[in-house]
């Protein structure tokens, strides 16, 4: 099943409603101008193993290229993901 994703700039993060209130999510910070900190990912229990971590780091990942950030990543996922995505290498800060 798809969720969208959508880019929550209030709270720095995008974030997929899964229905109800559950929510799954990759938050960020901006440490320097142009930079995304990708700070960490979550992903409830009941909606792990779908890829929906993927299409969250995916998202912020793009979001970073279309508007010419370069990128950090101090959650483990997300440097895992960018290590087996070598066309996401660019990105890194």
Do not use: S, W
């Amino acid at each position: 099943m798809d969720y969208p994703i959508v880019h929550e700039e209030k709270y720095q993060q995008f974030t997929a409603k899964l229905g109800g209130d559950k929510e799954a999510e990759v938050a960020y910070a901006k440490p320097e101008e142009n930079v995304l900190n990708l700070l960490h990912t979550y992903v409830p229990d009941a909606y792990r193993g779908q890829g929906l971590a993927t299409e969250l780091i995916t998202t912020a990942l793009q979001y970073a290229r279309q508007h010419n950030y370069k990128v950090m990543a101090t959650c483990g996922a997300v440097k895992k993901f960018m290590q087996q995505h070598p066309e996401y290498q660019d990105l890194l800060h």
